[in-house]
């Protein structure tokens, strides 16, 4: 199980900033500062892009689709994620019809307006037990970049509530294994055999907006196909600038399956640990055994930043770490988890004049956002809802790590007396969804969220 400790230290801390023991001498300025200290819960509770999610499959050729209340019921059960797989099996020769990317539009719109983004996936074989022999595994390469081109203007028009897209159309379900050898070589060795992949793999960073992140299955695709190596990892430099480097990300669909997850790492696991600091990490466990304990998950989670896992597969693994006691702590810490610890601010703060704030949290999860994501701080009249003061705070959330205390500084100029209510609100920035507080992040403390709003309250300020 996690060890805990850091954390009751920063809170220690944090307690002992906003109550300093009678005795001890305060500096002088403290005396002119409130600060209240943040309760923080264990509540479990829906935040965006994190967490287990739902898995659904449309397959070709009359897929149903899913509606704003089937999205709205997976919501309300406490996902906000659904991996939308879409098998492409009767187009393996011809174009996507535009009944099926109907379909697909018709999901955007239901995850829209239910609450919820897909993690997405395309590919053409469905089969519960490969056959090596087998054939066809996926769609000749031409076709395969002929359905990329189909599908990039859906992509770009609903980006907003993708939160990642799994690289997908090769080998059966889309996962870069079981393939046409003729064409992707299965455990490709020489430069060459990573051409086509790196063709595919360059036809979907060019479809999908250059905000979004797009998953290869392990972290040899992304190495081999473009000549990176272990020395290579991203740095924060180069996290979130748009290049091929900051955007390919990693699904592993053999999580905790043993200690490479089935061929996943080969002595480069370190590689993706690096990695997935700035990249989403997520995918889903594999086949249950001893080595899918509670201590190897939470760690494993830990290192590699994990954001997403499919709480659908496998059930038996999901079943032993709730049996092991351990799922509803990777419930919370699955993506990130922000705890408020204090709000400090003057002492008998007057109108017409700054008002000085500071927010102190951490992120108790085991990764940051890796999405853009809006900051606001914000100071609303309690009498007068039309007296709101915003304040756009110098930082960025997709660089609050694990463990690391955030320390942010505002400052607020009310212009009438007044009980004033301060607020943190962390909004979707997509136009569509930024007033949707489905989409906003709510702080793991009590008695914080407002519902209606998606505003996390802090504390309420006395302006004379």
């Not at 002088?28 to 935040?47: G, I, M, R, Y």
């Not at 972290?219 to 290049?243: H, N, V």
């Amino acid at each position: 199980m996690r060890n805990h400790f850091f954390f009751f230290i920063l809170l220690a801390c944090a307690m002992v900033a906003c109550k300093p023991k009678p005795d001890a001498p305060k500096p002088e300025a403290e005396e002119d500062v409130n600060c209240v200290s943040l309760q923080a819960t264990k509540d479990l509770f829906p935040n965006p892009e994190r967490g287990f999610h739902q898995f659904k499959e449309f397959f070709s050729p009359e897929p149903v689709p899913m509606t704003k209340t089937s999205v709205e019921a997976i919501h309300d059960l406490g996902f906000t994620l659904v991996l939308t797989n879409y098998f492409l099996t009767d187009y393996m020769s011809t174009p996507i019809p535009d009944s099926f990317l109907d379909v697909v539009r018709q999901n955007m719109q239901a995850l829209r307006e239910g609450g919820c983004k897909c993690v997405i996936r395309f590919s053409y074989i469905n089969a519960s037990e490969p056959v090596q022999d087998k054939a066809p595994y996926e769609a000749p390469l031409d076709t395969i970049l002929l359905h990329i081109s189909q599908l990039k203007p859906i992509l770009q028009e609903n980006a907003d509530v993708i939160f990642a897209m799994e690289a997908g159309f090769i080998g059966f379900w889309g996962e870069w294994y079981y393939t046409n050898p003729k064409v992707f070589k299965r455990n490709p060795t020489k430069d060459s055999d990573f051409v086509p992949y790196r063709q595919v793999l360059d036809a979907l960073l060019d479809a999908l907006p250059k905000e979004r992140q797009i998953c290869v299955r392990t972290p040899k695709f992304k190495m081999r196909c473009y000549g990176w190596t272990m020395a290579d990892t991203l740095t924060r430099a180069e996290a979130f600038t748009g290049t091929p480097k900051a955007r390919l990300a990693g699904h592993d669909d053999a999580f905790m399956a043993n200690s490479s997850d089935m061929g996943t790492f080969a002595g480069d696991r370190a590689y993706w640990a690096a990695e997935s600091k700035y990249t989403i990490y997520g995918g889903e466990s594999n086949k249950p055994g001893d080595y899918a304990n509670c201590t190897n998950t939470i760690n494993q989670m830990l290192e590699m930043h994990m954001s997403y896992l499919n709480i659908s597969y496998h059930k038996g693994v999901i079943s032993g770490w709730d049996t092991q006691g351990c799922l509803d702590d990777i419930r919370r810490q699955l993506g990130y988890r922000f705890e408020g610890r204090d709000v400090s601010y003057p002492k008998n703060p007057k109108a017409g004049e700054p008002l000085k704030v500071q927010l102190r949290l951490v992120n108790v999860g085991f990764s940051a956002p890796k999405n853009p994501r809006d900051i606001e701080m914000l100071l609303v009249n309690t009498a007068d809802a039309n007296d709101v003061y915003r304040v756009v705070p110098n930082t960025d959330p997709r660089f609050w790590y694990t463990d690391e205390m955030q320390t942010i500084e505002v400052s607020f100029k009310p212009q009438k007396a007044g009980e004033y209510k301060l607020y943190l609100n962390l909004p979707d920035p997509q136009p569509t969804l930024h007033n949707n507080p489905r989409y906003s992040i709510r702080l793991a403390n009590e008695n914080c969220w407002e519902e209606n709003t998606g505003y996390n309250y802090l504390t309420t300020i006395n302006v004379e």
